[in-house]
């Protein structure tokens, strides 16, 4: 039986092309027996909808504070981060990288990554130049020093047809990473 078994993981996807293999990861972890609950930022929607993911996941995706304009119904960030046994960003953007590592409060994802006592995982994906920036390796040294895992991102043809790190890593290297994790 897989150390994912009856775990509660938070899926937080954010803006990248790498969003795509979001889809895969949430079949993945449901597979290994895991109940997965999607956050969708904004941008993420850009490059993979909230129905793929909620038919996957089967959940409704969050994508933001409230659940009912009309009643002012909202996702309890706090309750949500109390809920997850881990915190999975797949992918992290460098936008998103930057808020959580400055403590900014955009986003439903971000409130969720302020609140949460469980482990927080983040997988990087973003094009070469990016990655590469000072304010990027500031900012995963920042994320790394309060305690979150940051997966490795592996050197290859990025989206822009540039070579090197910033891919995110692949699907089932995440939950053979993540299994690990929690078989120790």
Same mark, same amino acid.
């Given at each position: ?13 954010? =803006? ?44 409704? *995706? ?9 009643? =002012? ?17 797949? !992918? ?10 400055? =403590?900014?409060? !955009? ?12 482990? *927080? ?12 920036? !000072? ?28 070579? =090197? ?5 692949? !699907? ?13």
């Amino acid at each position: 039986m897989s150390s994912l078994h009856g775990r509660k993981i938070l899926l937080g996807v954010c =803006g990248s092309i790498a969003a795509y293999k979001s889809a895969a990861l949430v079949r993945l972890l449901v597979k290994a027996g895991a109940e997965v609950q999607v956050i969708l930022t904004t941008s993420a929607a850009a490059f993979i909808t909230p129905l793929t993911l909620s038919t996957l996941s089967k959940k409704p *995706v969050l994508t933001g504070f409230l659940k009912n304009e009309a009643t =002012g119904e909202w996702h309890n960030h706090v309750a949500l981060g109390l809920w997850a046994d881990a915190l999975l960003i797949a !992918p992290a953007s460098a936008n998103t990288l930057a808020q959580l590592a400055h =403590g900014h409060c !955009p986003s439903l994802l971000a409130a969720v990554y302020l609140s949460a006592r469980c482990p *927080v995982l983040l997988a990087p994906a973003m094009d070469l130049d990016m990655f590469q920036h !000072p304010a990027t390796k500031e900012n995963l040294r920042l994320l790394r020093s309060y305690g979150n895992y940051i997966f490795d991102s592996p050197a290859g043809e990025l989206a822009s047809g540039l070579e =090197g790190p910033g891919r995110m890593q692949e !699907p089932e290297q995440i939950v053979a990473e993540l299994e690990e994790f929690f078989g120790k």
